[in-house]
């Protein structure tokens, strides 16, 4: 395996400081299509084979949205299912941020149905599109600046994709990747020293991922359909490079911009795109795999939402306990890539 170095002897980083108003995660929810699709499904069609998949993936399967279902719909489910976690209703909520590139359609917002059908009727509605498989953690970054301020005490992310509506399904190169998954948190007050400690995000464009036609670049007509350019194009050999170059170094930053050092870090929420990835980069920060809870080998990637179904797992199962650290880290099409360092503290009243 490649390390990235060196590591230990990466130059301090200015911390951006604890927020002012100390914010955390209240409540957490994840929703899943019921329709399971294994990789035998996936090889009665594609040139592949189930051992090929799991050994370059770790995916033995994911889940597909059924024909009648969209992305908002999973989101509603997952934001449901994190506001009954965190004991809020729906017109406490101030501030709905919802980060997927796989939208119900271009207008209207994504974020505007969701706050519509569970009735957030004064939710600030924001949606990220084009963050990818980084918005999970864009998304909390963002809710967490929002609740420094005085007009806002609880704010909703939600992560989600559809991505089996953009992958070819005749493209092994990316079909056997990606399933559909929504994820979901609610973030509020919580208590002193506890919270979003520090954060560390970075870019750098690159068309290695991307959907080329259905922009104003190249609007959708007969040839971009002809050539298949809606759907999701992908170098693998270029999102290894990034994800082994930047992910490390934006954890470590993070870390060490909170004051901490990795042996202080309890759960490693890592996203989900492939399981020898996720275990490349635990090998470069010398972290042990059982700190680091995965979702992979039965979701697949799902983009956005991944960061979520990591942290739903671990939490659900009582793995996070109050005073635990955690870090949420990513990097989505673009490139852009994200972590957030967090100490798990209780709700504080609003």
């Known amino acids: 395996m490649t390390v990235v170095q060196p590591l230990p002897n990466l130059l301090p980083v200015a911390s951006p400081g604890p927020l002012r108003v100390p914010v955390g995660i209240w409540g957490v929810g994840v929703h899943t299509p019921t329709r399971v699709v294994t990789n035998e499904d996936l090889v009665a069609t594609l040139d592949t084979?189930?051992?090929?998949?799991?050994?370059?993936?770790?995916?033995?399967?994911?889940?597909?949205?059924?024909?009648?279902?969209?992305?908002?719909?999973?989101?509603?489910?997952?934001?449901?299912?994190?506001?009954?976690?965190?004991?809020?209703?729906?017109?406490?909520?101030?501030?709905?941020?919802?980060?997927?590139?796989?939208?119900?359609?271009?207008?209207?917002?994504?974020?505007?149905?969701?706050?519509?059908?569970?009735?957030?009727?004064?939710?600030?509605?924001?949606?990220?599109?084009?963050?990818?498989?980084?918005?999970?953690?864009?998304?909390?970054?963002?809710?967490?600046?929002?609740?420094?301020?005085?007009?806002?005490?609880?704010?909703?992310?939600?992560?989600?994709?559809?991505?089996?509506?953009?992958?070819?399904?005749?493209?092994?190169?990316?079909?056997?990747?990606?399933?559909?998954?929504?994820?979901?948190?609610?973030?509020?007050?919580?208590?002193?020293?506890?919270?979003?400690?520090?954060?560390?995000?970075?870019?750098?464009?690159?068309?290695?991922?991307?959907?080329?036609?259905?922009?104003?670049?190249?609007?959708?007509?007969?040839?971009?359909i002809a050539e298949r350019a809606h759907y999701l194009q992908m170098d693998g050999r270029a999102v290894w490079r990034e994800a082994t170059q930047h992910l490390p170094h934006s954890i470590v930053r993070a870390v060490r911009g909170a004051g901490l050092e990795l042996a202080d870090v309890d759960h490693f929420l890592l996203h989900q795109a492939n399981l020898v990835l996720i275990k490349e980069v635990l090998h470069t920060l010398g972290v042990p795999l059982d700190r680091a809870p995965t979702t992979v080998e039965r979701l697949g990637n799902t983009g956005a939402a991944t960061v979520f179904t990591v942290l739903h797992q671990a939490m659900s199962r009582g793995a996070v306990r109050p005073g635990d650290v955690m870090v949420l880290s990513a990097i989505g099409a673009g490139f852009l890539w994200g972590s957030l360092c967090l100490r798990h503290g209780g709700n504080v009243s609003h």
């Not at 809710?143 to 994709?161: C, K, P, Q, S």
């Open 49 to 224: 084979s189930d051992e090929w998949i799991q050994t370059r993936t770790g995916i033995r399967e994911r889940r597909y949205l059924s024909d009648s279902e969209q992305t908002s719909d999973m989101c509603v489910a997952a934001a449901q299912e994190a506001m009954a976690h965190a004991g809020v209703t729906a017109a406490e909520v101030d501030a709905i941020v919802l980060a997927t590139f796989t939208h119900d359609q271009p207008l209207p917002s994504t974020a505007l149905m969701v706050k519509e059908a569970i009735g957030a009727q004064r939710a600030l509605a924001l949606d990220l599109n084009q963050a990818a498989c980084a918005g999970g953690v864009y998304g909390l970054l963002v809710a967490a600046h929002l609740l420094r301020g005085d007009g806002f005490r609880t704010v909703l992310v939600i992560g989600a994709e559809a991505l089996s509506r953009v992958t070819d399904p005749t493209d092994r190169r990316t079909r056997v990747f990606f399933g559909d998954a929504a994820g979901a948190v609610v973030m509020g007050r919580t208590e002193a020293g506890a919270g979003v400690l520090s954060w560390d995000v970075g870019s750098s464009l690159s068309y290695a991922v991307q959907v080329p036609a259905g922009g104003t670049r190249r609007p959708a007509g007969p040839e971009t």
